[in-house]
């Protein structure tokens, strides 16, 4: 199957672009506008060197070595420099999805044209990217005030130093880039600096977790539908009338999405509800994932702006012929809408959590207890109990905040950060283990809709459901090993609904 070809130009990438990008190996290539801003930038860069004006990661030294002059003579030997001295991350090596998704976001943050990169140096980036060139890069380092060091592991790996992962092995940078048959990195002016002054690890891991949330979110709905024919809900809690009444953000569209899940259920007769109002988790689904859509789509606006638009310090203005110091590496904005999504999908596992253990629950549910088709001394899904509450614990751990009091560094010049890649790192846990808690209500739920004896009279998205899960997972007719039938689950809930 060839690969999608995804051309940057003059209209930016999405973060579906990134994803197809990093995780399907789709091909990037630079249109013919995007090099024209690419070449502009580059323009002015040469013409204000020539010109020895002072600027800065230029003809100045970086951080608190901002009042340090450089020589003529060290202008080039700096540049190589600056990778070597930001390659200081440490921790476990980030997945080869992430580094490409890294990879892309640096090349569309440049084609914006405020980076002043010399054009070999971008279409070598390009070019390694498109080869499957990986650079071995630590995950941790990063304060969010630009990805400094895992931008540097990636310039120092592209000149030829280091590791870096190709055809499935890692070996050492020079022999990668040989076998790919690409020259090193040649960095003249500028473009050491301007390939690790991004936040292309925030922005490339964000495009990958929209993805992610994205298929959580339909999973999720589905499991809740699931649910609602095995508990027997009330579907007046999705009415859509009761919803337009008082349309917070997102349970509208929440609401009509389940209503049209459940068409064809029996649900929907008068009387089949057993109750007049059934627990909160049941009856807020909208509302609870109504704030998890709305915190999806501030998310997903927060990252396009760092795709799609220049972080860089100094910024080039070829328009106006200048290079302006800014903060428009600082993510405060993006940072607080991923802390609002981590949170928001806090919520929502509190709500999964609960529905599933209340579908135990002979009492509640009017079910065999711990839906044990055999009852007795039969377990049921009685121990799956304990990784519920266990991931439910570990979410709403994940989800407090950690941009807030980060310390000064640079001798107190970088007094300010927004701990950005982190807070998308820890979300990316988030939606990992509520991925488990969905594939566990799926699972759970499959069972109730089997003891409750209502498979003929679900709606028509319960029937897909039940089918997919039932292709995976067979009916818990006895006690068994399970965490198999978890992970399996799981592994479909981690990709597109059918």
């Not at 999608?4 to 197809?20: E, Q, S």
């Not at 580094?99 to 390694?128: N, P």
Request: aromatic share 4%; proline share 5%.
């Amino acid at each position: 199957m060839t690969a999608r070809v995804v051309v940057l130009d003059a209209n930016p990438l999405g973060t579906a672009d990134v994803a197809d990008i990093a995780r399907r190996d789709a091909r990037l290539v630079l249109g013919e506008t995007a090099m024209q801003r690419i070449r502009a930038s580059r323009a002015l860069i040469e013409h204000l060197t020539q010109l020895g004006k002072p600027l800065y990661g230029v003809t100045t030294g970086l951080g608190a070595c901002v009042d340090t002059p450089l020589a003529e003579a060290d202008l080039i030997a700096f540049q190589h420099s600056v990778p070597l001295s930001h390659s200081m991350g440490a921790g476990p090596a980030l997945p080869v999805e992430a580094v490409r998704a890294l990879m892309t976001a640096r090349i569309s943050g440049m084609a914006a044209g405020g980076t002043g990169a010399s054009e070999r140096v971008i279409l070598g980036l390009l070019a390694a990217l498109n080869a499957g060139v990986h650079p071995v890069i630590p995950s941790w380092g990063s304060i969010g005030a630009a990805d400094l060091a895992p931008l540097g592991h990636l310039a120092r790996a592209l000149r030829g130093e280091g590791e870096t992962e190709y055809q499935g092995k890692v070996m050492h940078s020079a022999e990668a880039l040989a076998l790919a048959g690409l020259e090193p990195l040649d960095l003249r002016e500028k473009d050491g600096h301007a390939i690790i002054v991004a936040n292309s690890l925030s922005t490339g891991t964000a495009c990958l977790a929209l993805e992610d949330v994205a298929c959580l979110i339909d999973w999720s709905l589905a499991a809740v539908a699931l649910n609602y024919e095995a508990f027997r809900a009330s579907l007046k809690a999705i009415d859509e009338d009761a919803l337009a009444a008082r349309p917070a953000s997102g349970q509208c569209e929440i609401g009509a999405r389940l209503r049209t899940e459940l068409a064809g259920s029996g649900l929907w007769k008068e009387n089949a509800a057993r109750r007049i109002q059934d627990p909160l988790s049941f009856r807020c689904v909208p509302q609870v994932w109504g704030g998890s859509l709305h915190a999806f789509e501030q998310a997903r606006l927060a990252t396009e702006i760092e795709l799609s638009h220049s972080g860089d310090n100094p910024v080039i203005l070829p328009a106006v012929e200048q290079v302006v110091s800014n903060g428009n590496f600082d993510l405060t904005a993006f940072t607080l809408a991923w802390e609002q999504l981590g949170q928001a999908l806090a919520h929502c596992a509190v709500g999964t959590a609960n529905r599933s253990l209340k579908l135990m629950s002979p009492t509640v549910a009017e079910l065999p207890r711990f839906l044990s088709a055999r009852g007795g001394s039969r377990q049921g899904y009685a121990e799956l109990q304990k990784p519920v509450a266990a991931l439910e614990a570990e979410i709403r751990h994940l989800a407090n905040p950690m941009s807030l009091s980060p310390l000064a560094v640079s001798d107190g010049v970088e007094d300010q950060s927004s701990m950005a890649p982190r807070v998308v790192a820890k979300t990316a846990g988030i939606i990992e283990r509520l991925r488990y808690l969905v594939a566990m209500e799926l699972i759970f739920a499959a069972t109730g809709v089997e003891l409750r004896g209502v498979l003929d009279t679900m709606g028509e998205g319960p029937r897909r459901t039940y089918a997919a899960v039932r292709a995976l997972v067979a009916p818990l007719d006895d006690d068994r090993e399970m965490s198999a039938d978890m992970a399996r689950v799981a592994h479909m809930v981690a990709g597109p609904r059918f």
